[in-house]
C-alpha cells in the first residue's frame, strides 16, 4: 500500500542516525518523523501511560456448541413440534430425513449434563432455540427441508415446540448451573424465516445505485443518511422498495413474533444476496426475510427481544450470528444495550462473541474495532490449525498467523478474548478435515492428528469452542447438514455408516466416556484448568520450523513470573530441537505428553532446553522456579509509525526493544501540544504491534505516538516518536 515500504524505510535510516541535510532533502518531501529513543530503568509511577493487556473474564471457558436436534432425544412426545399429524411435510420430523428435525430436545441435553461435566465443559452454546419455520418448501423439484437447526426463526419470544417448552429451558439452565456450566444462546438479528415473497417475481439482487430506496412519496434517498436516526423516512410496501414485498396467504400476515416483525417495511426487500459487496448487507440470504437493521425501530425491537431473554432466563452469554451480514453501526448500538441489561441482571461478565464468517484477521479484526463486538469465533485459528494438524503446513505458517494477532488489540480487547474452534455446522469437522487432507492416514495416525489438532486449541492463547460430537470420533461428510449428525443414534443413512476416528457407531448412542478422543480430550482440559498460565499467560512463539516439525510457545504468567513451554510436533517422524526458554533451565516438569513414548527433555546450551518429540505429539512443560530477574540491560525501545499497514485504513505503530525478555508495550497518541496520550492498547508478546484506525487516532497533521514497555520486574522503557504530514491542497487525511 501507498507509504507502507516507504515508512519502513525511514525508520531505519532514523535508527541509524542519518543526518539531518539527508532529511531535509529527501524525507520531508513526503513528512517528517523524528524518534526518540529513551533507555530507563525505572519504577513505574502513577502518571505513566502503561496499562496492562487486557484478558477476557471468560478465559477459564471451554465451550461446547450442539444443535439440540442432534445432540440428545429426551422427550420423544414433543418430537411432532405439537402438530397431530404424522406427516414429515407438515410435523418437520422424519428422523431418516437429514434435513427433517430428528427429535433431539432441552430436555435431552439436561439428560446428559453428567456427560458434558465429566469431559470438562464450562459453557453450552446451543444454536437458536426460538420457534422456527417447521419446514420451507421451495416449489417444483426441489425438496423441503425443516428447521431443525433453528436459524428460521418465526416467534422470537418462545422456544420452539421440538425442543421443549420455555419451562424446559429454565430446567436446563437451574440444571447446569448446579454442574458448573453455564447456558449461551445463539442469537439472530439479520433476517427471519423466508415469508415474504416479491411481488414483481425478481429475485436476483437490485444495486442501490440504479434502485435507490424511496419513501412513501416516492422521493429517492439514501438509507445510510438515517442509520439509528428517529426521523428515518416513511416508507410505503408498494411504493419504497426494488422488489415490493407482498405473502402468499392471509395466514402469513400476521405469521411472525413480535407483530412488529410482520410489517413488510421492516426489510430490505432488494433480492437475494450475491458474494459479496452491497448485497451481503442488504440481500436475502438463501430467500430469509432481511431485516432493515439500518432503522432504528428495528435495533430497538431487536434489543427488546433480547434483553427478555436475559431478564427472564439466567443465561450466560450470547453469540451473535451472521454478523458481517448486518451493518456495523447496528452493532454499536446493540452490543452495548445487551452488555447493560446483563448488568442491570445481575450478570456483569456477559459473554459475547460474534460469527464473522471469514479466515482473514485483517476482515474479523474489523469487527472488533468498528462494530463494538467484544470478541469473535476465529476463523482463520480453525484454518491454521486445520493445515497444522494435517501436516500440510510447516510450523512457520502457524507462527505467522499469530503473529497477526496484534491486528485485533485495542484499549479493551484483544487475541486472547478470541473463541477458537476446529470445526462447526457451516464448515465441517476437524475429523473430516483431517480424513481428506490425510487421505492415506492409518486409523492410528489420524487419532494422533486429531489429538494434536485438539492440544493447540487447548494450549494455545483463545477461548476454546468445541463441536459437539468431536470428543467421540464424528467426522460427516462436509459442511452444512453433512456435519450435523445425530449423537443418539441415527437413521439416516449417511450418519449411521460414517468412519469415525478412535472407533464408533454410528447407529448407536455416542456418549462413551472411555472413547481415546473423549479420554484425551478430557486430560488436555484438565491440564488447561489446572494451570491458569494456559488460559491468560502471554504467548510468545519459541520455535517454528520452515518444514514440518516443532512449533513452540512460551506461555508466561505475568504476576507470578511462571513459564510453561507447549511443544508440538505436526510431523510424521521424531524430531529434536534446542529451544531458547526464560525461566533456569533444569526446573522442568512434565504435565502433558501425548504420546506412549519417544518424547525426552532436558537442559540445554544457552539457557535452552533440549526437546525431543515423537511424531504428531504434544509436550506441555511447566518451571517450577519463577522467572529470574537477570543481569543484562534493559536495552532500548524503538518506535515507529506509518499510516499506512497491511491492514486497510488502519495505523501500524510498532516498537521494537533491544534485549529480549518478557515485556508489554502500551501505545499512545496525542496531537502535538496537548497534555494527554489517547491510550491505543498493549501488545504483549513480539511483534508489538497495534492497529488502530484510521477514525482512533487524531486527524491533524502533527502527532505524538508514545510506547512504554515494561517487564516483569516493573522496569520501563519508553520511546516517543513525532510524526508530520503535509496536508494536501485539497485537503483530506
Not at 427471519?192 to 412519496?217: C, E, M, R, W
Not at 533440549?610 to 517450577?624: C, D, F, K, M, Y
Not at 497533521?701 to 504530514?725: I, M, P
Request: charged share 25%; hydrophobic share 35%.
Amino acid at each position: 500500500m501507498p507509504g507502507k515500504e516507504f515508512g519502513g524505510d525511514l525508520a531505519h535510516w532514523l535508527f541509524a542516525r542519518v543526518t539531518p541535510k539527508f532529511l531535509n532533502t529527501r524525507l520531508l518531501e513526503f513528512f517528517t518523523s523524528l524518534v526518540l529513543l529513551l533507555a530507563a530503568s525505572v519504577a513505574h509511577g502513577g502518571d505513566s501511560l502503561f496499562q496492562p493487556g487486557v484478558r477476557s473474564p471468560r478465559l477459564g471457558e471451554i465451550v461446547y456448541f450442539l444443535l439440540p436436534d442432534r445432540f440428545n432425544d429426551g422427550n420423544p412426545s414433543n418430537n411432532r413440534g405439537g402438530v397431530e399429524s404424522d406427516a414429515p411435510e407438515e410435523t418437520g420430523f422424519n428422523p431418516a430425513n437429514p434435513d427433517f428435525f430428528h427429535g433431539g430436545d432441552l430436555q435431552g441435553i439436561t439428560l446428559k449434563l453428567d456427560y458434558l461435566r465429566d469431559l470438562g465443559v464450562t459453557s453450552i452454546w446451543m444454536s437458536p432455540i426460538f420457534r422456527n419455520l417447521a419446514v420451507q418448501t421451495y416449489g417444483r423439484g426441489i425438496r423441503p427441508k425443516a428447521g431443525y437447526h433453528g436459524y428460521w426463526i418465526l416467534d422470537f419470544t418462545d422456544v420452539d415446540p421440538h425442543f421443549g417448552s420455555k419451562g424446559d429451558l429454565q430446567g436446563l439452565i437451574t440444571e447446569a448451573r448446579q454442574h458448573g456450566i453455564g447456558t449461551i444462546l445463539d442469537v439472530v438479528v439479520n433476517h427471519t424465516a423466508d415469508v415474504i415473497q416479491p411481488k414483481n417475481g425478481v429475485h436476483a439482487y437490485q444495486y442501490k445505485f440504479s434502485k435507490p430506496y424511496l419513501d412513501a412519496n416516492g422521493k429517492p434517498f439514501d438509507d445510510r443518511d438515517y442509520i439509528n436516526r428517529p426521523d428515518f423516512p416513511a416508507l410505503d410496501p408498494d411504493v419504497s422498495f426494488p422488489v415490493p414485498p407482498t405473502f402468499l396467504n392471509e395466514k402469513d400476515r400476521t405469521i411472525k413474533t413480535p407483530g412488529w416483525l410482520n410489517d413488510p417495511t421492516v426489510y430490505h426487500n432488494r433480492g437475494e444476496a450475491s458474494t459479496g459487496g452491497e448485497s451481503a448487507e442488504y440481500g436475502d440470504i438463501s430467500g430469509l426475510d432481511d431485516l432493515f437493521t439500518e432503522q432504528l425501530r428495528v435495533v430497538q425491537g431487536m434489543i427488546d427481544i433480547y434483553s427478555d431473554w436475559i431478564k427472564n432466563f439466567d443465561i450466560a452469554g450470547f453469540r451473535l450470528d451472521t454478523v458481517k451480514h448486518v451493518n456495523k453501526e447496528f452493532w454499536q448500538r446493540f452490543v452495548p444495550a445487551i452488555q447493560e441489561a446483563a448488568q442491570n441482571s445481575g450478570r456483569k461478565d456477559f459473554f459475547i462473541f460474534g460469527e464473522v464468517y471469514d479466515h482473514d484477521p485483517a476482515v474479523l479484526s474489523e469487527f472488533v474495532h468498528r462494530a463494538s463486538v467484544p470478541s469473535v469465533l476465529d476463523f482463520g485459528f480453525q484454518q491454521a490449525v486445520r493445515g497444522f494438524a494435517a501436516g500440510t503446513d510447516a510450523p512457520a505458517k502457524l507462527a505467522e498467523f499469530f503473529a497477526k494477532d496484534s491486528y485485533y488489540t485495542t484499549q479493551s480487547v484483544n487475541a486472547y478474548g478470541l473463541v477458537t474452534f476446529l470445526g462447526n455446522h457451516d464448515l465441517g469437522r476437524i475429523g473430516y478435515f483431517l480424513c481428506n487432507d490425510v487421505s492415506t492416514a492409518s486409523n492410528e495416525e489420524l487419532l494422533a492428528r486429531d489429538i494434536l489438532a485438539h492440544a493447540v486449541l487447548f494450549f494455545t492463547r483463545g477461548i476454546p469452542a468445541m463441536y459437539y460430537g468431536d470428543e467421540q470420533g464424528l467426522t460427516g461428510k462436509g459442511g452444512d447438514v453433512a456435519s450435523r449428525e445425530d449423537m443418539f443414534g441415527s437413521k439416516v443413512p449417511e450418519y449411521a455408516q460414517e468412519k469415525r476416528i478412535g472407533g464408533g457407531d454410528g447407529s448407536a448412542p455416542a456418549f462413551n466416556e472411555d472413547h481415546p478422543l473423549f479420554r484425551a480430550i478430557r486430560a488436555m482440559i484438565s491440564v488447561r484448568k489446572k494451570n491458569p498460565t494456559l488460559q491468560g499467560g502471554i504467548q510468545m512463539v519459541r520455535y517454528a520450523e520452515d518444514k514440518p516439525g516443532i512449533f513452540a510457545v512460551s506461555r508466561i504468567d505475568q504476576k507470578r513470573r511462571e513459564e510453561m513451554l507447549v511443544v508440538f510436533n505436526n510431523s510424521g517422524e521424531t524430531h529434536k530441537a534446542n529451544i531458547k526458554v526464560f525461566s533456569p533451565a533444569g526446573n522442568w516438569e512434565r504435565v502433558f505428553d501425548s504420546a506412549a513414548k519417544g518424547t525426552s527433555f532436558g537442559p540445554g546450551p544457552d539457557k535452552k532446553l533440549s526437546i525431543e518429540l515423537a511424531p504428531w505429539s504434544t509436550l506441555v512443560l511447566r518451571n517450577q522456579q519463577s522467572i529470574e530477574v537477570g543481569t543484562e540491560q534493559p536495552g532500548e525501545l524503538h518506535l515507529e509509525a506509518n499510516r499506512n499497514s497491511e491492514v486497510e485504513e488502519r495505523w501500524e505503530i510498532k516498537a521494537e526493544p533491544t534485549a529480549e525478555r518478557v515485556m508489554s508495550v502500551a501505545f499512545g497518541v496525542r496531537a502535538k501540544g496537548e497534555t494527554n496520550y489517547k491510550f491505543l492498547g498493549t501488545a504483549d508478546s513480539p511483534p508489538y504491534r497495534v492497529f488502530p484506525t484510521w477514525d482512533a487516532v487524531p486527524n491533524v497533521s502533527e502527532l505524538e505516538f508514545k510506547a512504554v514497555a515494561r517487564d516483569l520486574f516493573g522496569q520501563e522503557l519508553t520511546a516517543e516518536f513525532d510524526w508530520q504530514r503535509r496536508v494536501p491542497k485539497n485537503g483530506g487525511r
